[in-house]
């Protein structure tokens, strides 16, 4: 265990009851250890990668949590394990959750397995335009630029691909 720290993650589910999934990993993230004081409006987006899929709902949530950078691994690992996510599936496969760690307030990290910040959040509008709504000051450690800066950088194609699916009343922050 380490110190608490700020931690940023992505959701996203495009299989099953798409909400109910995005509500259970976040109670999941809960109960595993991360303090989840804000959530991002959900977005529909199409899915990334070029294989032909349903369209994904993505979030992002943020906490505290005093895990290391490979016990919030193994906790979004198995996450998406409980919810039957198919890791043996193709990359960028359909899948009921996927829980992101896309960045660690203190951290950066780099590792066959991990990657903090994550490697290609500043190129998915799909991440940066929740991100953004939750934290757009923050400073992504390694480019040095703020998350409304690389949203803005995005191609306005990418960008319009996001829509506003529901506000963040979607889940409840007690």
């Known amino acids: 265990m380490t110190d608490p720290r700020r931690v940023w993650l992505a959701l996203g589910s495009n299989l099953g009851d ?7 990993a976040v109670a999941a993230l809960r109960a595993g250890g991360v303090a989840v004081d804000r959530t991002s409006s959900i977005y ?18 943020a906490g505290t949590t005093d895990l290391s950078p490979y016990r919030l691994l193994a906790l ?10 198919d890791f043996r ?32 959040m500043h190129q998915r509008a799909f991440v940066l335009v929740p991100l953004a709504e939750v934290a757009p000051g923050l ?3 390694q480019i040095g630029s703020s998350v409304t800066q690389l949203l803005q950088a995005l191609d306005e194609g990418e960008r319009a691909g ?12 007690d």
């Open 18 to 24: 798409r909400v109910a999934r995005l509500q259970e």
């Open 44 to 61: 529909e987006t199409p899915p990334w990668g070029g294989i032909e899929q349903p369209d994904y709902l993505n979030a992002v949530v």
């Open 76 to 85: 979004c690992k198995s996450i998406e394990a409980a919810a039957g996510r």
């Open 89 to 120: 599936a193709p990359r960028n496969s359909a899948r009921p959750i996927d829980v992101d760690i896309l960045l660690i307030d203190g951290e950066t990290f780099s590792a066959p397995d991990l990657e903090v910040p994550h490697a290609a």
């Open 139 to 141: 400073v992504h450690p």
């Open 162 to 173: 996001v829509r506003l699916y529901a506000r963040p009343e979607w889940i409840a922050l």
